[in-house]
């Protein structure tokens, strides 16, 4: 593949991209076109991104389309990522969740990649209600979402090598929740039973998701444009059950995007809390000095 791209080809990717999943490219970033790229241009034996775009042109409903996506989405993450989210969930929400009696439980991993969000959160309520037994309802249903077809095939399997399974994961988890199948290993049944996957572009609507409790959207709105992000959050509030939580990523903040929640500060880490007529949000039981950290 030619790495050189012409500042119209770049431009007109750029459009493309935001088009099609609302990922925005700043300027200067042809290497990393090219640098996604490559595999499937060699594939296609296509010479150029300027070309790449002519095919897209000629043939919207080729799947072609849907390829592109799959190679320019960033598919990093490794398990319980940040930690804070997870002790988060555990420690505060889920107590919290456990006062109001429900009869079951949803969360949505908006961007689940390659499975480890989605199935660290069901880790952590099996580690929750082995810890607290009989004060939470067993009925929990995590939905995955991604962009990628083919992060979604590697999520339903819940297979990982040795390496995925050394990011973030400790040995005693490891043990505990996986299951050896010679060079690699599976996640167990009990985890992998609460998590379902489904294909989903976050431009489109969430409305068939349903209602949740708690959303982690996160990593994901930093590559939107302000407007999306504001689009974004607006219809992820409309998924929330009342007083229900939001995680996004630690770079990422609700600042300036929606007025709907309430900040919740809890050791270091932030969760938003879906506002609600004449509700307050959850005061965290800690000394008041770490409640002040961010």
């Given at each position: ?45 296509v010479?150029?991104?300027?070309e790449l ?45 456990a ?36 004060s ?18 590697m ?62 959207c ?77």
């Open positions: 593949m030619n790495q050189s791209i012409t500042a119209r080809d770049y431009d007109s990717f750029r459009a493309f991209l935001e088009e099609a999943c609302g990922i925005v490219l700043g300027d200067n970033k042809q290497y990393l076109v090219a640098s996604r790229l490559n595999r499937l241009l060699k594939e296609l034996d010479s150029a991104v300027g775009i002519e095919q897209l042109k000629k043939q919207p409903r080729s799947g072609l389309r849907e390829r592109v996506i799959d190679a320019m989405t960033t598919n990093e993450t490794f398990w319980f990522r940040d930690n804070h989210p997870y002790e988060l969930l555990k420690d505060l929400i889920l107590p919290e969740l006062k109001k009696k429900p009869t079951q439980l949803k969360i949505w991993s908006a961007a689940s990649s390659s499975g480890q969000e989605p199935y660290s959160i069901s880790m952590i309520f099996q580690e929750y209600l082995k810890s607290h037994p009989g939470l309802t067993d009925r929990l249903q995590i939905v995955g979402t991604d962009i990628s077809p083919t992060m979604l095939e999520c339903r399997s819940g297979v990982y090598d040795a390496l995925a399974l050394s990011r973030g994961l400790s040995p005693e988890r490891k043990k505990r929740f996986f299951q050896q199948e010679g060079d690699l290993w599976r996640v167990k049944d009990e985890v992998r039973n609460r998590v379902r996957f489904a294909e989903l572009n976050l431009m489109n609507s969430y409305v068939s998701l349903g209602k949740f409790d708690i959303v982690f996160r990593n994901v709105l930093i590559y939107f444009s302000s407007e999306l992000k504001r689009d974004i959050l607006r219809r992820i509030s409309q998924t929330l059950a009342p007083g229900g939580y939001l995680f996004l990523g630690s770079t990422e903040t609700i600042a300036s995007y929606s007025d709907d929640f309430d900040t919740v500060r809890h050791k270091g880490g932030i969760v938003y809390q879906l506002k609600s007529p004449g509700s307050s949000p959850v005061t965290p039981r800690f000394p008041r000095a770490a409640a002040q950290r961010s």
